[in-house]
């Protein structure tokens, strides 16, 4: 029993971080309208920012916070460019040429993050607590053993998505937003600066991606399979619907528990290695079943 | 001036529906075939036909089974590489099984099995639109990924999970020499891409672009966009499937799964992408653009006189190919093929400018 | 100008039909028939539920309540191809053709439901697969020159003046060779001339081919001089049916146009 909790409680965890990246998918796409496929591509290259600037001015009083605030300035420049160069001469392309030019964007930050900082293994430390805790002692004899950054990386993915979904439904701003998503010439024609959201949700997708890169970085080191996670956020977005935050935690959660309890149960029937497809032939299933997501809206075509 | 259409009258309906209606490119085309299967052979090097001319004529054709479901209907695939290894390894297969097997009948019936696996992950997202077909495809890859390295059985029991094709025969002839293999992989392009042309001005092409316009309007004339879709990913997978055969035997001679893996999906994409979406051409002249890129990046070292590294060079070309996607979706949707037919255009009317 | 009509049973009949969407009522218990060879108005305020009203005769919309009578069949709802099968064409208020196609091809595409050529036909093309594109090529051409369209036969849909393009909409509807045709505002942004152009298409189409028309139109005068009968619809229900000069002076349509509350 005890083993059971502690694997699903480490799926639980990956499933945090598949969150925190389909979160940024979900920003985008809610705001816009874009499946940004460059997300992952984003959560490495922030990552990669953050640890190499560490490296350098790790002779300062604070390397971590000079690093952070200069990297997060690297994430708005990189919105802002985004903006500027490829979406505003995209604005009225049907959205699959967005997303084939997100998937430009993704080669195009792969290609410059490792060509500037290597590609190499960095290993992040931002002071995130390492030693395991034990919780559930009068549940199970001797407790679960949780390793305490993982509980730091839900707290924080908790804080950002009530923060988001705070922001979405009682701002100005994130009601603009949700204008956008919906029609573009629409939100133009009311007087919403297109190109000035644009930057915006972008930015803060792209600190969102960077949040997602401190986690993981801390967790397992920041390598070129960073970026390889942005093809996962995929099925949870379907599981849990494009346009819903809460769907994009849901969504992680159960993939990711999913995937390890699925490996560690199944994997030895059949040689291992099922997580390299479970969340898509999940996916898969949801599509039959219920295409939109648990969270997501029905699309209703007016002709 | 030299493309004058004027004198060019079309006096039946048959005559202007012809594949080449303009007397030049009819001329062009036999110029074209002629160099193809004659010049070629004779002039190029064996290095330039192994390395450089047949990998470009096989992805050539996967491209074009692509570009059928990409371009002309519509529909995001991100599965392609698994596919040619669904082609390879049934191919292989069905060769080293059933010995009496010629490997060209082994290829299109290993076609037929990428179009049965194509279908069976397509048809659950063909009901809805959008990413939704990409993320099917995209699991096909993966899965297939893991099914053809961890499932002992499709590669034979092979320890190594490293396989050897037999060599290709037609009755007595076996294509052995790199001029022969060439000639083959242009057979198979030049023969696949008259039937997608004569698929894609008929009956069956405005109804994949009609489900790619608006499928509604689609519904309402008729069309079933599902059906539509279907027999686009059908004969799309079998292109494919083909095309996978073709590269495990004749190009790679032995593989591993990695072969095919998710960066072959997207490189097939881009030439689609870039060559330009709709169009047979485009998917050569694609296909042409990114085999030729890398060897032209190779190069750059030695043009500078800077040395790069190799991981670099590796960014390099990682980088290049996103920046012309993004290039060419901005600038020209249509990619290399409609820059084509704009010189053509223009040729039709030089000197004069407009 | 309407009298010499042949007007012949009811071929379509609408009984009850209700439509929702989540809270919207869009139509509300509407009944009527149209008769075959005649043409049929189909008028209200902005919003009255025209528009999904032909959807629902086209199936694109299922309604929540009521049955539509086709050809003697009653069934509550139809899928669009089915529709299209059965003889039903139309057209939209904001322009559905296909961008990506010809003038040429998007006409050809109307025909798709008469080609049969087999999919190996339709791979090596010479043979039967021609023979069926050139008979139908003759075909659509006819309706070419009857729409006059001949000089963007082969220019991109998506670079005509909107004109143009509602009337290669309509020559799509026509290559159907439909017995009934729905036209969703044919005229809706033309000039004069243009619109004297249409009606002059529309008035040939239904003396040639016998075809029914339903029509929704804003210009009444246009209204009054095609149709044989006015439907007027407002907030989803029907509040005229008749004659258009019985229409025209009705006191309720009066109201309705005018926005008095009722």
Same mark, same amino acid.
């Given at each position: ?128 607590? +390492?030693?395991?805790? $034990?919780?559930?002692?009068? /549940? #199970?004899? %001797? !407790? ?7 509980? &730091? *990386? ?105 995937? +390890?309890?699925?490996? $560690?149960?199944?994997?030895? /029937? #059949?040689? %291992? !290695? ?7 032939? &999940? *996916? ?20 | ?192 891409a008259a039937i997608a042309k004569n698929l894609v001005r008929g009956r069956i092409g405005r109804a994949w672009m009609a489900t790619r316009d608006m499928d509604v309007a689609a519904e309402i004339i008729g069309i079933r966009p599902m059906y539509a879709k279907l027999s686009a990913f059908a004969i ?119 | ?158 670079r005509l003046a909107y004109g143009l393009q509602k009337r290669v909409e309509l020559a799509r509807a026509l290559a159907a060779e439909p017995e009934l045709l729905l036209l969703d505002e044919p005229m809706a942004g033309m000039n004069v001339e243009e619109k004297e152009d249409m009606c002059r298409f ?61």
């Amino acid at each position: 029993m005890g083993f059971f909790i502690e694997v699903l409680l480490g799926g639980l965890m990956a499933g945090v971080l598949y969150s925190l990246v389909a979160l940024g998918f979900v920003l985008i796409f809610k705001a816009s309208g874009v499946f940004n496929f460059a997300q992952g591509a984003m959560v490495l290259f922030a990552a990669l920012t953050l640890v190499r600037l560490m490296e350098l001015l790790k002779s300062t009083f604070s390397p971590f916070l000079l690093a952070l605030v200069l990297t997060v300035g690297v994430m708005i420049a990189l919105a802002w460019l985004i903006e500027r160069l490829v979406l505003r001469p995209l604005v009225n392309q049907p959205g699959i040429s967005l997303f084939m030019a997100t998937l430009g964007i993704s080669y195009v930050l792969d290609g410059f993050g490792q060509a500037v900082w290597g590609s190499d293994v960095y290993m992040l430390d931002v002071g995130i607590p +390492k030693r395991p805790i $034990v919780l559930f002692e009068s /549940l #199970v004899p %001797g !407790g679960v053993l949780v390793p305490s950054e993982d509980l &730091v *990386a839900a707290a924080i993915a908790g804080v950002l998505v009530a923060g988001l979904g705070l922001f979405f439904q009682k701002t100005r701003i994130g009601r603009a937003l949700r204008a956008v998503a919906d029609d573009h010439q629409a939100a133009q024609s009311v007087g919403i600066p297109l190109n000035y959201i644009w930057v915006i949700v972008w930015t803060v997708a792209g600190l969102v991606a960077l949040v997602a890169g401190i986690v993981w970085g801390s967790k397992l080191g920041v390598q070129f399979s960073l970026g390889l996670v942005a093809l996962k956020a995929l099925p949870v977005l379907i599981l849990g619907g494009f346009e819903s935050i809460l769907g994009a935690v849901v969504g992680g959660l159960i993939i990711g528990a999913g995937e +390890k309890l699925s490996e $560690v149960y199944l994997g030895p /029937l #059949v040689g %291992g !290695g099922i997580e390299n497809w479970f969340a898509y032939v &999940v *996916a898969l299933l949801f599509l039959l079943i219920r295409p939109e997501g648990l969270f997501g809206e029905r699309h209703i075509d007016r002709v | 001036m030299f493309y004058r259409e004027a004198g060019q009258f079309k006096t039946t309906y048959r005559a202007d529906q012809a594949v080449f209606p303009i007397r030049q490119d009819q001329i062009f085309i036999v110029v074209w075939l002629a160099v193809g299967f004659f010049l070629v052979p004779l002039i190029s090097s064996e290095y330039l036909l192994r390395a450089i001319l047949i990998p470009f004529l096989i992805l050539a054709l996967a491209a074009l089974g692509l570009n059928l479901l990409v371009g002309y209907c519509g529909q995001l695939s991100l599965g392609t590489g698994g596919f040619m290894a669904v082609g390879a390894y049934a191919a292989y297969n069905l060769c080293v099984r059933i010995p009496q097997l010629n490997p060209l009948i082994a290829f299109l019936l290993a076609g037929g099995v990428a179009t049965l696996v194509g279908i069976g992950f397509g048809i659950p997202s063909l009901r809805i639109k959008g990413y939704y077909l990409a993320v099917a495809t995209l699991a096909a890859q993966f899965f297939l990924d893991w099914v053809f390295s961890r499932v002992a059985w499709f590669t034979n029991n092979t320890p190594s999970g490293s396989i050897s094709a037999p060599p290709v025969t037609l009755f007595r002839f076996t294509f052995d020499t790199p001029v022969r293999k060439y000639l083959l992989c242009l057979a198979f392009l030049v023969l696949f891409a008259a039937i997608a042309k004569n698929l894609v001005r008929g009956r069956i092409g405005r109804a994949w672009m009609a489900t790619r316009d608006m499928d509604v309007a689609a519904e309402i004339i008729g069309i079933r966009p599902m059906y539509a879709k279907l027999s686009a990913f059908a004969i799309s997978s079998f292109v494919i499937g083909v095309a996978g055969g073709l590269w495990a035997f004749v190009h790679l001679g032995s593989w591993e799964p990695l072969a095919f893996d998710v960066n072959r999906s997207f490189s097939i994409l881009f030439m689609v992408i870039i060559g330009g979406l709709g169009s047979i051409l485009g998917s050569i002249l694609g296909a042409a653009f990114i085999t030729v890129l890398p060897l032209m990046l190779n190069q750059l070292p030695e043009w500078l006189g800077v040395p790069i590294s190799t991981a670099m060079i590796s960014n390099l070309e990682t980088m290049t190919f996103g920046s012309l996607i993004v290039f060419f979706l901005i600038v020209e949707p249509l990619g290399l093929a409609r820059l084509w037919r704009i010189a053509k255009e223009k040729m039709r009317l030089w000197p004069f400018p407009y | 100008m309407t009298s010499q009509r042949r007007i012949g049973d009811v071929l379509l009949q609408l009984d009850g039909i209700s439509l929702s969407f989540g809270g919207v009522r869009a139509l509300d218990n509407v009944s009527f028939d149209v008769r075959s060879h005649e043409i049929r108005a189909v008028i209200g305020p902005n919003g009255a539920g025209k528009s999904s009203l032909l959807n629902v005769i086209n199936g694109v919309y299922h309604p929540t309540q009521g049955t539509v009578t086709y050809k003697g069949t009653t069934r509550p709802q139809m899928r669009p191809h089915e529709a299209a099968r059965q003889g039903i064409a139309r057209t939209f208020q904001n322009i559905a053709l296909f961008k990506g196609m010809t003038v040429l091809d998007n006409i050809m595409t109307g025909r798709t439901l008469k080609m049969q050529a087999g999919f190996l036909f339709q791979c090596v093309y010479f043979g039967k697969a021609r023979g069926e594109e050139l008979e139908h090529r003759e075909k659509v051409e006819h309706i070419i020159d009857f729409l006059q369209i001949e000089h963007i036969r082969k220019t991109p849909v998506g670079r005509l003046a909107y004109g143009l393009q509602k009337r290669v909409e309509l020559a799509r509807a026509l290559a159907a060779e439909p017995e009934l045709l729905l036209l969703d505002e044919p005229m809706a942004g033309m000039n004069v001339e243009e619109k004297e152009d249409m009606c002059r298409f529309i008035l040939d189409v239904n003396d040639e081919y016998g075809t029914t028309i339903v029509l929704i139109e804003h210009d009444m005068s246009v209204v009054m001089d095609l149709s044989d009968r006015v439907v007027v619809l407002d907030y989803g229900r029907k509040i005229g049916d008749g004659k258009p000069d019985e229409v025209r002076a009705d006191q309720a349509v009066i109201d309705a146009y005018l926005g008095v509350q009722h």
